[in-house]
């Protein structure tokens, strides 16, 4: 099979695919014919092929799809006017602290945000599939550690944390993530991403952060030692301040 005719079979089986496939999917179109490099080469062909289209092919946490671009959004949402619910400023702000210090438990986030956290947000966030249960730590009551899940990458459109922006304090993370509330979940995600970006001028020191919700389980024996300074609590109605 030719270049030409391995692009195509390539395409056609992405775009009429639901999820995202894997390289190791993909090699079976070509009944593992072709190696692991090859099908990222003509992937990478792929990408330059729809650089100027509205869709894009792009690689996730759980593999490549193609996807609608970000300039995109505005037209398409007159498709679809009935807005799903929105998530509070508390969902969001939980969520970033979950995103940037994994794996944490309920008492880092709420000595993190200075107030108690309401089951129902982490709740909500697991239902939507963008945080998890990934162990316990050993220690009193043996608390469950949250972190982040790879459909958490696919609707920010990442293929690792390692690609989450960098921002220098708590509050900014906090921030960025808050004014996810105000939109759809996935263009939420996105929104964020786009805010960081244009606000970083100047490089930042980041913590040290596993590049996957896999390795931020090996992490689970060796929690934070101290809680980053306190974020100013959400008013939302749903949380009472948290005793220190």
Excluded at 42 to 53: G, T
Excluded at 135 to 158: C, I, K, N, W
Excluded at 181 to 188: K, L
């Amino acid at each position: 099979m030719n270049t030409v005719d391995a692009k195509r079979v390539l395409e056609t089986a992405l775009i009429c695919s639901h999820q995202p496939l894997p390289v190791r999917e993909l090699r079976v179109l070509f009944q593992d014919a072709l190696g692991a490099d090859t099908i990222k080469t003509l992937l990478e062909d792929l990408q330059q092929d729809w650089a100027q289209r509205g869709v894009e092919l792009v690689e996730v946490a759980t593999g490549w799809r193609f996807q609608s671009r970000p300039q995109m959004r505005e037209y398409l949402d007159r498709l679809n006017p009935e807005k799903p619910p929105k998530y509070s400023r508390a969902a969001m702000e939980t969520l970033a602290i979950i995103a940037y210090r994994q794996p944490v438990t309920r008492g880092d986030m709420e000595d993190i945000r200075g107030v108690t956290i309401n089951s129902l947000v982490l709740k909500q966030l697991e239902d939507r599939g963008w945080v998890e249960v990934i162990g316990h730590r050993e220690t009193v009551g043996r608390p469950s550690l949250y972190a982040t899940t790879r459909q958490f990458l696919d609707d920010l459109g990442l293929a690792s944390l390692d690609q989450l922006p960098i921002y220098d304090t708590a509050q900014a993370q906090a921030n960025a993530f808050a004014r996810l509330s105000d939109e759809e979940p996935e263009s939420q995600m996105r929104m964020a991403l786009e805010d960081a970006v244009n606000a970083q001028n100047q490089p930042v020191v980041a913590e040290a952060q596993p590049s996957s919700p896999d390795d931020a389980a090996q992490t689970l024996e060796h929690p934070a030692a101290e809680p980053s300074p306190p974020i100013n609590p959400a008013v939302d109605g749903e949380e009472e301040p948290h005793a220190s």
